[in-house]
């Protein structure tokens, strides 16, 4: 299944935000990457600046280019909001949801962790990482992959009640979408209006 493999570091430093994670280079080179990239002044385009936000989103979630266009379409036939619709679609991926649960530090990992079916949804294996989740649907951790290191350590210490459309039960080590989030209540730095704009042209 194709994702991009290639250098976070460099694609953090291009948008100059950690949309990966904590990085310790990007605290010392807080500028885009490059030969030129220290004095590099170049005005930028209406277009170029809407390119770059949709570009943001797509790294930021780990969506390729027509899974994007894909729930763009979907949230234009949605009813709402169509930037806070396309963002909550994003949120509502079955890797986010598992990495904003806390059962893996990144969603890279989250991702990984659904491949290899150590996720299960309502009770049954689910290994589709764009899979939507419904508000309702109680995702877990398949009981043979509760003693998993990476689970275990991504779970230690993880606050749980930092988002409010998700309840966790420590217990039974899953979780349910109580609904889908608020725009105000999802963390993640993008202006979702500057995408809408770009794909209305």
């Keep these: 299944m194709a994702r991009y493999t290639g250098p976070k ?3 953090a430093r ?3 935000e950690a949309i990966f994670g904590p990085d310790k280079v990007l605290t010392k080179k807080n500028y885009p ?3 030129h990239g220290v004095n590099r002044r170049k005005k930028t385009s209406e277009y170029g600046i809407q390119l770059r936000e949709k570009q943001k989103a797509k790294y930021t979630y780990g969506v390729l280019e027509r899974q994007f266009r894909n729930l763009f379409e979907k949230a234009s036939r949605t009813k709402g909001i169509k930037g806070e619709v396309l963002l ?6 079955l890797d986010n949801v598992v990495f904003r649960m806390g059962i893996a530090p990144s969603r890279a990992a989250a991702r990984q962790l659904v491949l290899h079916r150590h996720i299960v949804v309502d009770g049954k294996v689910v290994n589709i990482p764009s899979f939507s989740v419904k508000p309702g649907q109680i995702i877990g951790v398949r009981e ?3 003693s998993l290191e990476v689970i275990a350590d991504a779970l230690s210490g993880f606050n749980h009640s930092k988002y409010p459309w998700i309840e966790w039960d420590q217990n039974s080590v899953s979780g349910k ?4 989030p608020e725009r105000a209540d999802i963390p993640e730095n993008i202006k979702e209006q500057l995408i809408v704009e770009l794909y209305s042209k």
Excluded: D, N
């Design 88 to 93: 909550q679609l994003l949120e509502a991926r």
């Design 14 to 16: 291009k948008f100059g």
């Design 33 to 35: 990457p490059g030969q």
């Design 144 to 146: 043979k992959s509760k």
């Design 9 to 11: 570091t460099r694609i």
């Design 177 to 180: 979408l109580l609904h889908l």
